[in-house]
């Protein structure tokens, strides 16, 4: 892999856009306003970075993200990803989070349980508002408790989360609260 690149691609959501280096993807972005402000949000994060050809491999990745986000069942799990710059709770919340089929979910507090510490929830949380990897690492499948949806740090907020999940067929348009009307 080159050393520092980036994407802009269509989905069905909109652009996103994609980043990755030596060891693997460091970044992905969920639609922004435009193609100027997903550079702005990448450009300071990694320095030297630049738009590129995605060499094969991400080309791939960036075609099953387009899938998943037309309604493929693909869970993207294998997608090589650079968690160097990560906590050790962070890579161990987000190798559960990768575990979640699309179509499913899990609560915070379900998380933390499975992390061994029921009383993470809160932790939990905070790790997936830092999700660099939105779509790879399915941060949009962790939800509150009792079926409220929680938070969600992409652009869009919650409608985008909704959307992502409705997408995935783990909820349907009839269900989806009034807000996101």
Known sequence: MSKL??????????????????????????????????????????????????????????ARIQGLL???????????LDMGSLSDFQRAVYAIGR????????TYGEVAKRLGDPTASRAVGEAMGKNPFPIIMPCHRVQGADGKLGGFSAPGGGVTKLKLLEI?????????????R
């Open 99 to 106: 575990a979640i089929p699309p179509g499913q979910t899990l």
């Open 168 to 180: 995935e067929g783990a909820t349907s348009v009839d269900s989806l609260p009034l807000f996101a």
């Open 70 to 80: 037309t309604g493929a069942k693909d869970d993207l799990a294998d997608i090589v």
């Open 5 to 62: 690149g980036y994407a802009l691609f269509d989905t069905a959501i909109g652009r996103c856009s994609l980043a990755w280096g030596e060891a693997g993807i460091v970044a992905v972005r969920l639609p922004d306003a435009s193609d100027e402000r997903a550079q702005a949000r990448l450009e300071p994060r990694f320095p030297g970075i630049v738009e590129s050809e995605p060499p094969p491999e991400i080309a791939a990745a960036i």
